[in-house]
């Protein structure tokens, strides 16, 4: 349909209409959504590589106490088992007091 000025007067403009947000409200919950959840999965993650860092300093403090207990047992059975040990200097009858079953 085709609108004809008759009247020669200038018609007054209407006015804008406000844009519809209706469509970028979803936009905005998701984008929240995934913000909240990028920020749990970081915090996880910090908490999670802090544990990791903890356990393997546990790991290495054990395996220092290992080596050292190795040590000491290897110069135990070298003092009883050695030359000049203790194992040598015992005679039969200690052995056999030692082994006696009461």
């Known amino acids: 349909m085709i ?4 009247l020669g007067q200038a018609r007054p403009k209407a006015a804008r209409r406000p844009v519809d947000t209706g469509a970028a409200l979803p936009a905005v ?9 990028g920020l749990v999965l970081g915090y996880i993650y910090y908490s999670w ?6 356990e393997n300093t ?3 403090q054990l395996q220092i106490q290992k080596n050292e207990l190795q040590q000491t047992k290897a ?3 070298a ?3 050695g030359e000049e040990g ?14 006696a079953e009461e």
Do not use: H
């Open 3 to 6: 609108r004809i000025n008759l």
């Open 29 to 37: 919950f998701i984008g929240a959504g995934v913000l909240l959840g």
């Open 49 to 54: 590589a802090s544990q990791l860092s903890a």
């Open 58 to 60: 546990r790991i290495k």
């Open 75 to 77: 110069q135990t059975i």
């Open 79 to 81: 003092d009883v088992l």
């Open 86 to 99: 203790f194992a040598r200097s015992l005679s039969k009858a200690d052995l056999e007091y030692l082994f």
